[in-house]
């Protein structure tokens, strides 16, 4: 039995499902997500992040430049090592669950 609580095991599982894409492939498959990214000046090549439905697409990005990049709403975040990105997935974890794309449960 594992101490780990419902929102550790679901972060871990967030981030184990991330994948690598090219934005204008999503933005070309109709995600509008990717496409509200792109139009915020996004890089070519992100991380993709699934919520509860990983049928409908990811729902969530960070870019990949020279360094990793964040953007929700007026706030953004950079990251330049594995170590950072960990802090980045997080906040974009916290706001696709307050957006309800990620439900916690027991």
């Keep these: ?16 499902q991330r994948r690598e894409f090219v934005l204008a492939d999503l933005v070309a498959e109709g995600n509008e997500p990717a496409r509200s990214f792109q139009e915020n000046g996004a890089p070519e090549r992100v991380l993709g992040y699934y919520g509860d439905d990983e049928l409908t697409g990811p729902h ?34 916290d706001w696709m669950c307050g957006e309800e794309y990620i439900e916690l449960t027991e």
């Design 1 to 16: 039995m594992t101490n780990e609580t419902a929102e550790q095991r679901r972060f871990r599982i967030f981030r184990a």
């Design 60 to 93: 969530g990005f960070i870019g990949l430049d020279q360094e990793y990049w964040l953007i929700l709403g007026n706030c953004e975040w950079t990251a330049d090592n594995e170590d950072d990105l960990i802090a980045l997935e997080k906040e974009l974890f």
